[in-house]
């Protein structure tokens, strides 16, 4: 049994590929048969001691069933250690119960994913209330990357004038995001206040001294699902005089109809990282990937 191998879940082979390439390590699909009654036959070919599953969690209810029968057939197969590369990582959002009744999600996602991997890595998880990934997964071994970086490349490449360009976070959630991509590029940055009045209704301000006028605008954000935040930032800013508006987003789940009212309001691009496969995609996160995985590899025996 080798060392290390990536098994790629259905509809990940491409990325699984990248990582695969940028790790120097063997890759393979894990095979999945749906039958007529909706069930799954879950086939994975072999197991190295130390197994990564490559599988991205957006529209999880089709994934986690297929996901969990994967990680027990790679038990099975010897796998001594498994380590999910989730680049988007699902029901993080929900920390709390707001009516009686309700489940919390994230707790209740956070239990399950903790039985089936020792290792949990994945790129800007969507928190709220919660500070870190270890709360969720108190008893797993968790990496959080951020994709700063690879934004700022990206505004790096498509802006001649990085300098008197302006990063634009659309909520007091994306601050972290903004400044830090500010910070990559020396550029100045702008926080937006946004009131939320439902799942599709937000408003968005500016504070007083802020200047878009004749900017270049880059709006960054960890998500967009439904675009309004993007869409009412860009009406906001196109409003107060920007040149051009641009957005990156590190995890991109909106439709076409989303996407288009984004454009509506005022978007002329919107690039994405390919932790959730989207015509957007225009940043691979193989890389990041790769590099945190490699140290939690060298790391392995010390765990």
């Known amino acids: 049994m080798t060392?290390?191998?990536?098994?790629?879940?259905?509809?990940?082979?491409?990325?699984?590929?990248?990582?695969?390439?940028?790790?120097?390590?063997?890759?393979?699909?894990?095979a999945v048969h749906r039958f007529p009654d909706g069930e799954s036959r879950v086939r994975a070919i072999s197991?190295?001691?130390?197994?990564?599953i490559y599988c991205s969690l957006d529209r999880p209810n089709e994934k986690l069933v297929e996901l969990?029968?994967?990680?027990?057939?790679?038990?099975?197969?010897?796998?001594?250690?498994?380590?999910l590369a989730a680049p988007y990582l699902c029901y993080m959002r929900q920390?709390?119960?707001?009516?009686?009744?309700?489940?919390?999600?994230?707790?209740?996602?956070?239990?399950?994913?903790?039985?089936?991997?020792?290792?949990?890595?994945?790129?800007?998880?969507?928190?709220?209330?919660?500070r870190s990934l270890h709360e969720v997964f108190p008893n797993t071994e968790t990496t959080a990357i951020s994709a700063a970086p690879l934004l700022g490349q990206l505004i790096k490449k498509i802006c001649s004038d990085v300098a008197?360009?302006?990063?634009?976070?659309?909520?007091?959630?994306?601050?972290?995001w903004a400044k830090a991509v500010a910070f990559e590029l020396g550029a100045s940055c702008v926080v937006l206040k946004k009131t939320r009045k439902g799942d599709k209704s937000v408003s968005v301000s500016l504070s007083d001294n802020a200047i878009?006028?004749?900017?270049?605008?880059?709006?960054?954000?960890?998500?967009?699902?439904?675009?309004?935040?993007?869409?009412?930032?860009?009406?906001?800013?196109?409003?107060?005089?920007?040149?051009r508006i641009e957005a990156l987003i590190v995890h991109a789940l909106f439709d076409e109809t989303a996407d288009r009212h984004m454009h509506k309001a005022g978007l002329?691009?919107?690039?994405?990282?390919?932790s959730v496969r989207h015509p957007t995609n225009a940043i691979e996160v193989a890389p990041l990937l790769a590099d945190a995985?490699?140290?939690e590899q060298l790391n392995e025996h010390t765990h």
């Open 3 to 30: 060392g290390l191998l990536i098994a790629a879940m259905p509809g990940e082979n491409a990325p699984a590929t990248r990582l695969a390439a940028a790790m120097n390590t063997p890759m393979q699909e894990v």
């Open 47 to 52: 197991a190295a001691k130390t197994t990564i």
């Open 68 to 83: 969990a029968l994967a990680a027990s057939a790679l038990r099975d197969l010897g796998a001594e250690r498994l380590v």
């Open 95 to 130: 920390d709390a119960a707001f009516e009686k009744g309700e489940a919390v999600s994230q707790r209740t996602i956070g239990r399950m994913l903790s039985n089936w991997f020792d290792c949990i890595v994945t790129i800007e998880p969507h928190l709220h209330r919660v």
């Open 164 to 176: 008197s360009a302006l990063i634009v976070g659309p909520d007091l959630e994306s601050q972290k």
């Open 212 to 243: 878009v006028a004749g900017k270049r605008v880059y709006l960054v954000d960890d998500v967009a699902s439904t675009g309004e935040t993007l869409a009412a930032a860009a009406l906001l800013i196109k409003s107060n005089g920007a040149q």
């Open 268 to 274: 002329s691009h919107l690039w994405s990282t390919d």
């Open 293 to 295: 995985l490699s140290k």
